[in-house]
């Protein structure tokens, strides 16, 4: 049988009724078989803080240059309430030791205007045995934020969520 995630997880109903008021957390590390809903989760948080894309956020993949992301995060907003970090599919396992304890930190000290989001779109993780690392990072970021795993939709929330969209643009679209 297999256990559940170690980690306190944030209801995505409870996330998107935070967004839709208009509140940001420091931090957020999103997850899971659902890549639709973890990459319009990150747009929400970032459109939510307020951060405009052409100044005001910095999009990284993968492991990230620390000193780049450090002076980054640190530095005031231009013309925007806050600073927006995405990284997008980060291994954590893949940071030596020094670029943890920089990401950890960073994470741990981020000035209120900034909010960094770890998104794991194509990349997986068994959150009910996580790697040390990778546990690390993600209970800082559960101390300073939140974590929410995103499992694939039924195919009846997937038609409704379709059959919604559609009512938006004005379409009708039956179930």
């Known amino acids: 049988m297999a256990k559940g995630p170690v980690f306190r997880l944030t209801p995505e109903n409870a996330l998107r009724s935070e967004l839709q008021a208009g509140k940001v957390r ?16 990150t747009d929400m948080v970032i459109k939510t803080a307020g951060a405009c894309p052409c100044l005001n956020l910095l ?8 000193d780049k992301l450090s ?12 600073k927006c970090v995405r990284i997008t599919d980060l291994d954590p396992e893949s940071l030596d030791n020094q670029q943890l304890k920089d990401m950890i930190k960073l994470v741990e000290e981020l000035p209120e205007t900034t909010v ?4 794991l779109i194509t990349t ?8 040390a690392k990778t546990k690390k990072l993600v209970e800082t970021v559960e101390k300073r934020g939140a974590v929410c795993k995103f499992p694939l939709l039924s195919v009846n929330a997937v038609a409704g969520m379709a059959a919604r969209k559609a009512a938006k643009a004005g379409c009708t679209l039956s179930a």
Do not use: H
Request: hydrophobic share 45%; charged share 25%; net charge negative.
């Open 26 to 41: 420091s931090a957020y590390f999103f997850y899971g078989e659902e890549d639709f809903l973890t990459r319009t989760y």
């Open 124 to 131: 997986a993780f068994d959150d009910a045995k996580p790697k």
């Open 59 to 66: 999009k990284v993949r993968g492991v990230p240059d620390m």
């Open 116 to 119: 960094i989001v770890f998104a």
């Open 71 to 82: 002076d980054f995060a640190e530095s005031m907003p231009f013309f925007a309430p806050n």
